[in-house]
Nanobody, 119 residues
């Protein structure tokens, strides 16, 4: 059964850091490329970062987060991470992990984790 559990979000001041974690409890996605996505209020969900399976190489960062966010994964623990540094108010959103390519909005998505950056 597919089950993704995101955690690590919170309230942080501009310039601060957070480390998000996503556990693939069902172990379904360990052989897939994975991504972190975010959705701000009133906005479409967007891909923030992507990491390949296998050698687990980061393969994509959105321009808005390049140089500030780092995606990684531990396949032994079925966990994907997103290290977020130098956070900005525009990073405020609910962050989700999921496979890449992403399923449709009607497909499976976890509960996400809220990140709020104050100015």
């Amino acid at each position: 059964q597919v089950q993704l559990v995101e955690s690590g979000g919170g309230l942080v001041q501009s310039g601060g850091s957070l480390r998000l974690s996503c556990v693939d409890v069902g172990g379904m996605f360990s052989r897939l490329d994975m991504g972190w996505y975010r959705q701000a209020p009133g906005m479409q969900r967007e891909l923030v970062a992507r990491i390949t399976r296998g050698v687990s190489t980061p393969s994509y960062y959105a321009d808005s987060v390049k140089g500030r966010f780092t995606i990684s994964r531990d396949n032994r623990k079925n966990t994907v991470f997103l290290q977020m540094d130098n956070l900005k108010p525009e990073d405020t959103a609910v962050y989700y992990c999921n496979r890449f390519p992403a399923p449709p909005s009607t497909g499976y998505w976890g509960q996400g984790t809220q990140v709020t950056v104050s100015s």
